[in-house]
C-alpha cells in the first residue's frame, strides 16, 4: 500500500496530528494554498480546502488508538467529541464540534469514500452517522475539514466534514483480526462485568487495471445499563396506599430535585454484522470507476432491571408501590424491555478523472435505505412481558436517503494561478415511520396503525470556487453555493385521522471566501469566512402527535439555521512539528432546538427557532515527532469556546446563557513511543468541561442520569508487532475510571486485546 501524505499549505492548518515515522524520501514539499493526497483512493474533499484541515492514518489508527468502532478514529482530534456511550452504540454517538454540542447531529457531515453516512433525516440522538459502515480495519485515513468554508458542501458543513477513505490494494492481502473486551461498572446499585468481542477479516487484489477488496466483522457487545427509571419524590402521594417496597436510591436529578432511582433501563446486548465489496477499474492512469456495497445488520435486545424488593424480598416492576410514605404508579413503560433489528444498504458507484493537466472532473451517485428496520417494545409490565404480550413494533422501512454529484476542477492559465472548482448536487431525504400495535411484542405480527408520519426533503446545490494566487506569497479563495429547498409529501396520522403538510419550495445563497499569506517559509497567516444554511430535516418539520384532532409537538413552518463562521489562523512550522493557532467565531440566528415557548397560555413545548447564538473561540493545535527523545511523538490541542444565547422571543430565561454541550474548554493529548521496531506505547487524554444540558442552563447537579457533566479521562495502548506478519495489543480506555455523563453514563475503565495478522 501507498503511504499517505499530507502536504499542510495556507489553507489547511494541521494535516495530521499525528506523524508518520516513515515519510518517504520523495515526499512533496510544502505549497502555498494546497493540500496534496497521495493514496490509491482520492478523497472526496476538495482539492483547494479554504480553511483549517485535519487528518488521520489508518496506520496511525492501528498504533495509537483503542478503537473499535470507526467513530474512535476521531478520538483526539481538536475540538471534536464523539458522544459514544458504549462499544456498538448504533443510535446516540453524535459528533459534536467548535461551536455544536452532541444534540446537534444535522450540524456536521460524516462520509466514507465520498458516501453520505450522516443522517440528515433529523437532528439529535437517535440520528447520528451511521458509522457501523466503517470497521476501524478498513480505514486508510480520516480527513476532517472544518466549518463551512467550502462552497462544495451544504450548510450541514458549519461544523465539520468528516471523509473516511477506506483501503483499496495494490497486490494481493488478506488480513484477520480478532479483540474482546470488557468493562467493569457501577452505577447506583447497578454493576457488573460487560463484555464483548469483534472479529473482521477481508481480502484484496489488483490484476493491471482492476481491484477489489472484501471485508467481513462481527461485533458482539453487551453495553452497561444507559437509562434509569425515576420519580420525582414530589409526585408521590402521601398515605399507605401502595405495595411497601426497598432498593430505591434516594437521589437529585440535573435540577437538584430530589428523585428517586428505581432500577436500570436501556441495557443493551447488540450483535452486528458488517460486510462491504468494493471494485474499481482505471480504464487509463488518469481515469477510475469504482463501485462500492455496504450491507450493515444489527439485532439489539434493551435490558431492564428493578431495585424494588417487596417484603418477601420479590422484584417490583409494576403497580402502585409506597416508598417511604409515599405512593407511586409504575408504568409498562418505566422498565420496558426491547427488541431491534436492523439491516441498512449501501452503495455508491463513481467515474472520477484524477491528475489531468487542465480539467478533471467525477460523476458520483449513493443510495443509503433501510431495507429492514423494526424496534419492538411491549405494553404489558414486566415480568409478563418476558414471555410476550401486547405490544407496537416500529417499522421504519423505506426510510433512506440519494445522492447525486457532478464535480469538476479547471485549471486554467499557469500552472496553479488559478483552480476552479464547481459542481451540481442532488440530494433528496425520505422518513417513513409507522407505529402498529401487535399481539405479541417479542414475534407478534403488526396489526392495526397507531400512528404514522412521513414526509421528504430536497436540496438542489450548484457551487463555485476559485482558488487565485494573484502573487507569489497569496491565494485568495471566492466561491459561491446556491440551493433550492423543498419539503414534500409531508404528514401525520394516528389511528383514524391523518393531517398533510403544504409543500415548500425555498432558495438560499452562501458566499465563501479566504485569503492566506505565506510571509515566512516557516510562518501562514490566513482568514475564511462563509455562510452556512441548515435547512430542517423531515423529523424536526413533521414528527409529532395528533390530540383531539389538532396536531401538537411539531412545526411545519420551521426557518433553517443561518449562521455565519469566520476563521483567523497563525500556522508556524518547526523542523519537527507544527503549531497552530484558530480564533473562530460563530453567529447562528434561527438555531433549532427543542425548547418551551412561555409566551403562549398554554406553553408549548416543541422544536423552535432559538432568534441568534453566537460563539467565539480560540483553538490551539501542536504536534511534533522525536520530541525531548527519539522515537517520542506529541499532539495536543486546547480549545476555548464563548457560546451563548444573545437572543429567544419564546424563552427569555436563556439569554445569556450557555449553548447546551457546548463546553467553554476541551483538551485532548496522545504521546506515542516508540521502542525499536516491534513495540510502541501510547497514553493518551481527553478533557471536557462544565457545560449544560437545556437552554436555560437550569441543570446544575452534572453527576447524575440525564446530566452533562465534565471529564478527565486517560487512555493507553501497548502494541506488539510479532514478526512480519502478526501484532498483538493491549488497551485500557478511561484508565482512572471516571464517572462522567451525557445525559447517559459513558463507559467506565474498559480492557480491549487484539490480535491481528495482515499477509
Excluded at 520523495?26 to 480553511?51: F, H, K, W
Excluded at 500556522?571 to 409566551?599: H, I, K, P
Excluded at 436555560?696 to 487512555?715: A, H, I, M, Y
Excluded at 475503565?749 to 495482515?758: G, P, V
Amino acid at each position: 500500500m501507498k503511504t499517505t501524505t499530507f502536504l499542510i499549505g495556507a489553507l489547511g492548518a494541521i494535516a495530521s496530528p499525528f506523524v508518520t515515522a516513515d515519510e518517504p524520501d520523495d515526499a512533496p514539499t510544502r505549497e502555498l494554498g494546497i493540500v496534496t493526497v497521495t493514496a490509491s483512493r482520492p478523497t472526496s474533499l476538495p482539492t483547494q480546502i479554504p480553511t483549517t484541515i485535519e487528518g488521520i492514518t489508518g496506520d496511525e489508527v492501528t498504533v495509537a488508538i483503542n478503537a473499535t468502532d470507526s467513530e474512535d478514529a476521531l478520538k483526539y482530534f481538536p475540538s471534536l467529541l464523539v458522544r459514544k456511550r458504549y462499544i456498538g452504540d448504533f443510535d446516540h454517538a453524535v459528533l459534536a464540534t467548535r461551536a455544536s454540542g452532541t444534540g446537534n447531529s444535522a450540524r456536521s457531515l460524516v462520509y466514507a469514500d465520498g458516501i453520505l453516512l450522516s443522517n440528515l433525516l433529523g437532528n439529535g440522538a437517535t440520528f447520528t452517522p451511521r458509522w457501523g459502515l466503517v470497521t476501524p480495519e478498513e480505514i486508510e485515513r480520516v480527513d476532517v475539514l472544518y466549518g463551512p468554508f467550502s462552497a462544495a458542501y451544504p450548510g450541514n458543513s458549519v461544523g465539520a466534514v468528516v471523509d473516511y477513505v477506506t483501503r483499496m490494494p495494490d497486490e494481493l492481502e488478506m488480513s484477520v483480526k480478532l479483540g474482546s473486551f470488557g468493562e467493569d461498572f457501577a452505577i447506583y446499585d447497578s454493576s457488573g462485568r460487560f463484555t464483548g468481542w469483534k472479529a473482521s477479516a477481508s481480502v484484496g487484489d489488483r490484476n493491471d487495471k482492476f481491484s477489489w477488496w472484501l471485508n467481513f466483522s462481527r461485533l458482539d457487545s453487551d453495553g452497561h445499563p444507559l437509562s434509569f427509571a425515576n420519580k420525582l419524590v414530589s409526585t408521590g402521594v402521601p398515605g399507605s396506599a401502595g405495595t411497601p417496597v426497598t432498593g430505591a436510591i434516594a437521589d437529585r436529578n440535573p435540577r437538584n430535585q430530589d428523585w428517586l432511582i428505581l432500577g436500570s433501563t436501556t441495557q443493551y446486548e447488540t450483535v452486528q454484522d458488517h460486510a462491504k465489496a468494493k471494485v474499481a477499474f482505471d480504464f487509463s492512469p488518469t481515469l477510475r470507476a469504482s463501485y462500492t456495497l455496504g450491507v450493515w445488520h444489527n439485532d439489539a435486545n434493551r435490558n431492564s432491571e428493578t431495585y424494588l424488593r417487596d417484603a418477601a424480598g420479590n422484584p417490583v416492576y409494576s403497580g402502585n408501590i409506597n416508598v417511604d410514605g409515599r405512593s407511586y404508579a409504575l408504568t409498562a413503560t418505566d422498565f420496558a424491555p426491547g427488541l431491534s433489528e436492523l439491516t441498512h444498504l449501501m452503495q455508491g458507484l463513481s467515474i472520477k478523472s484524477h491528475g489531468r493537466e487542465r480539467f478533471d472532473w467525477e460523476i458520483a451517485a449513493s443510495a443509503y435505505d433501510y431495507t429492514d428496520d423494526i424496534a419492538r417494545a411491549p405494553t404489558v409490565a414486566l415480568p409478563a412481558a418476558e414471555l410476550g404480550g401486547a405490544g407496537r413494533i416500529t417499522n421504519q422501512h423505506g426510510t433512506g436517503w440519494r445522492a447525486l454529484a457532478l464535480r469538476g476542477t479547471w485549471t486554467p492559465g499557469a500552472e496553479g494561478e488559478h483552480i476552479v472548482d464547481l459542481g451540481v448536487q442532488l440530494n433528496d431525504y425520505r422518513l417513513k415511520t409507522l407505529v402498529s400495535g401487535t399481539p405479541d411484542w417479542i414475534g407478534g405480527p403488526a396489526e392495526a396503525g397507531v400512528s404514522e408520519f412521513r414526509g421528504k426533503t430536497g436540496l438542489l446545490g450548484v457551487y463555485a470556487q476559485d482558488t487565485w494566487k494573484f502573487a507569489e506569497d497569496w491565494r485568495a479563495t471566492l466561491g459561491a453555493r446556491v440551493e433550492r429547498w423543498r419539503a414534500s409529501d409531508g404528514a401525520l396520522s394516528n389511528a383514524t385521522s391523518t393531517f398533510a403538510f403544504a409543500e415548500r419550495d425555498e432558495d438560499y445563497f452562501s458566499p465563501k471566501a479566504a485569503l492566506a499569506w505565506q510571509f515566512t517559509p516557516d510562518w501562514v497567516l490566513k482568514a475564511s469566512v462563509g455562510r452556512a444554511v441548515r435547512l430542517p430535516t423531515v423529523s424536526e418539520l413533521y414528527q409529532g402527535s395528533i390530540s383531539v384532532d389538532v396536531i401538537v409537538n411539531n412545526d411545519p413552518n420551521l426557518k433553517p439555521e443561518k449562521s455565519w463562521t469566520g476563521e483567523l489562523t497563525a500556522e508556524r512550522q518547526f523542523g519537527n512539528g507544527l503549531l497552530r493557532a484558530t480564533y473562530f467565531s460563530e453567529d447562528s440566528r434561527d438555531a433549532l432546538y427543542s425548547q418551551t415557548n412561555v409566551t403562549v397560555v398554554p406553553n408549548v413545548t416543541n422544536i423552535q427557532n432559538v432568534d441568534r447564538i453566537r460563539t467565539r473561540g480560540l483553538e490551539m493545535a501542536w504536534q511534533a515527532e522525536a520530541i525531548f527523545v527519539d522515537g517520542l511523538d506529541l499532539s495536543a490541542s486546547l480549545t476555548y469556546a464563548h457560546s451563548r444565547t444573545v437572543e429567544n422571543t419564546n424563552f427569555p430565561a436563556s439569554v445569556g446563557k450557555w449553548q447546551p454541550r457546548v463546553p467553554e474548554w476541551r483538551a485532548n493529548a496522545l504521546a506515542t513511543y516508540r521502542f525499536g521496531d516491534r513495540w510502541t506505547t501510547t497514553l493518551g487524554a481527553r478533557y471536557s468541561g462544565e457545560q449544560f444540558n437545556t437552554l436555560d442552563n437550569s441543570d446544575t447537579n452534572p453527576f447524575t442520569f440525564t446530566g452533562t457533566s465534565k471529564f478527565l479521562v486517560f487512555d493507553a495502548r501497548v502494541r506488539c508487532r510479532i514478526g512480519e506478519t502478526w501484532s498483538a495489543s493491549l488497551g485500557i480506555d478511561n484508565l482512572g475510571n471516571e464517572e462522567y455523563w451525557a445525559f447517559h453514563p459513558y463507559s467506565q475503565r474498559t480492557f480491549a486485546a487484539e490480535l491481528a495478522a495482515n499477509f
